[in-house]
């Protein structure tokens, strides 16, 4: 693990806004891959459908998830995300790989940190950085499956946290500069993957930054378990993470309300990366580099962001005229703790 990492991160952060990168998913599918490129030859026998299990590339098509990061280095971005969404025994056990869900994330860790080093070798005055992403999982802890029954849960907050302390481990193990914990929809689970984080830490004698990020799934500037963002942010606040924000669900149009309730409450550095506009009904992302470009610049000439980069539907593209329009902006400032006790229901309530 790099000494500096910590600090290193966080001095910089101060410095610039930086830039995260863009969609994984939306380049993977520019490669239209097949069931057998996704099998490979280690998995040709496989007894499950591996179509859509854009994680397993990590094994089975390196150089293609390489491309996509290096594609985004090239663009200007300065902090990788992990191919890691769904690097947990909960995601994979869809697919029946669950036990192989640390070996994914380590390998996708291990790749992001060689295409980083690369490039922050050619350019030593421009660090890349490598966040482990730790993703949402499809259940949520909080939230009945069952109409007809409001206490049943699929999953729990000890099963989560036993998941995501090993899939922390696993990317560790790649090195990875920062835990992003992101597109949270439940805060219960997010919660759980802080706690998890936070045991790791303890237990292997490793700090490294954590970031968080949430998502509001609709208008009513909500999270799907019903919390308006400063009540997630309440909720999420002891982590005291490197950075907290918002990704997904919404274009950066829709998502500029949220982006400053954030900016103006929090004590932490503040992260963005919106959807290129919304799908349309061909489920595909009509916003242009330009156009998304130019709503983030308003972003930062408003003191609202320390990081910015794009999700779903966003392309090298997206984050080249992203990074252009922020360049020379100055980094948002943390609020001052002014000590209020600080709760939160589906509300925040501040006394």
Not at 75 to 91: H, K, M, P, V, Y
Not at 128 to 139: D, E, H, I, N, Q
Not at 221 to 243: C, D, I, K, W
Not at 304 to 327: E, L, M, T, W, Y
Request: aromatic share 6%; hydrophobic share 40%; proline share 5%.
């Amino acid at each position: 693990m790099p000494a500096h990492t910590h600090t290193r991160l966080a001095d910089v952060l101060r410095e610039r806004i930086l830039i995260l990168d863009g969609a994984m998913g939306t380049m993977i599918q520019r490669h239209q891959l097949t069931e057998a490129d996704y099998r490979g030859e280690r998995f040709k026998d496989w007894p499950s459908d591996l179509k859509g299990n854009n994680d397993l590339l990590v094994l089975t098509q390196p150089e293609i998830i390489r491309g996509i990061h290096e594609q985004y280095l090239e663009a200007g971005a300065d902090i990788l995300e992990t191919c890691t969404f769904n690097a947990n025994r909960l995601s994979q056990a869809d697919y029946g790989l669950e036990d192989l869900a640390a070996e994914i994330g380590t390998a996708a860790a291990l790749l992001a940190r060689a295409c980083a080093d690369r490039y922050t070798a050619l350019t030593p005055d421009k660090p890349r950085f490598v966040a482990g992403v730790l993703g949402p999982t499809g259940k949520t802890a909080s939230i009945s499956p069952d109409v007809n029954d409001a206490g049943a849960r699929n999953t729990s907050f000890d099963e989560l946290v036993t998941i995501y302390a090993e899939a922390t481990r696993a990317l560790i193990a790649g090195r990875v500069d920062a835990i992003l914990i992101e597109t949270i929809f439940d805060t219960l689970n997010a919660k759980a993957a802080a706690f998890a984080v936070d045991q790791v830490f303890d237990e292997d004698d490793v700090v490294l930054p954590v970031m968080i990020s949430g998502t509001i799934t609709d208008a009513s500037g909500r999270t799907l378990s019903g919390q308006t963002v400063e009540a997630f942010y309440n909720s999420l606040r002891h982590v005291r993470p490197l950075s907290i924000g918002l990704n997904c669900a919404l274009g950066p149009d829709a998502l500029r309300p949220h982006v400053e309730d954030l900016a103006r409450v929090s004590e932490f550095c503040t992260s963005f990366h919106p959807n290129a506009g919304l799908p349309n009904e061909m489920g595909e992302y009509d916003m242009t580099p330009e156009q998304m470009a130019a709503q983030i610049l308003e972003w930062a000439q408003s003191g609202f962001v320390n990081i910015v980069g794009g999700c779903c539907g966003s392309s090298p593209a997206h984050i080249r005229a992203i990074a252009a329009a922020v360049a020379g902006q100055e980094p948002r400032q943390p609020k001052e703790n002014d000590h209020r006790l600080r709760l939160s229901g589906l509300e925040a309530f501040n006394a």
